[in-house]
């Protein structure tokens, strides 16, 4: 949702520094939000379940601009549908490894999310327990 978020903003914002550089005849509110409203379409059907493997870097860096801490994080991210919208997508990450230690039980986790997910009483409880998984995994 937070990804939606930041490319509908950015697409504004996109759209409305061309009309600036190129300064074509101005475009009305309407027609910019109706074109945001195609790229959410077109990027939710490019992104609709989604699986990948996902490597992620993060650097914790000393007032001098050196590393002072890195850890990497292998993981299956998963994008899927939300069972109680339609058009809705939420994310998973499945965290595989941690600095090349591999996390045990990690599909059983997984599975237990998606089995959750078919019982979930709604959608923001659903997220509460993605983000909770996350933080007890790493």
């Keep these: 949702m937070i990804r939606l978020a930041i490319f509908l903003l950015s697409t504004l914002l996109f759209f409305y520094s061309e009309s600036l550089a190129q300064q074509p005849p101005e475009?009305?509110?309407?027609?910019?939000l109706s074109i945001a409203r195609d790229r959410i379409e077109t990027y939710k059907s490019a992104?609709?379940?989604?699986?990948?493997?996902?490597?992620?870097?993060?650097?914790?860096?000393?007032?001098?601009?050196?590393?002072?801490?890195?850890?990497?994080?292998k993981s299956n991210f998963i994008v899927y549908p939300l069972p109680q919208t339609t058009g809705m997508a939420e994310e998973f990450r499945q965290i595989l490894e941690v600095d090349g230690k591999v996390i045990s039980k990690s599909e059983v986790r997984a599975e237990k999310f998606f089995a959750n997910l078919l019982n979930s009483v709604s959608?923001?409880?659903?997220?509460?327990?993605?983000w909770m998984k996350a933080i007890v995994m790493i």
């Design 27 to 32: 475009l009305q509110l309407d027609e910019i």
């Design 47 to 73: 992104f609709r379940n989604l699986v990948a493997t996902e490597m992620r870097r993060f650097v914790v860096f000393d007032r001098k601009g050196q590393i002072k801490k890195s850890r990497t994080v």
């Design 123 to 130: 959608n923001d409880e659903l997220r509460k327990k993605s």
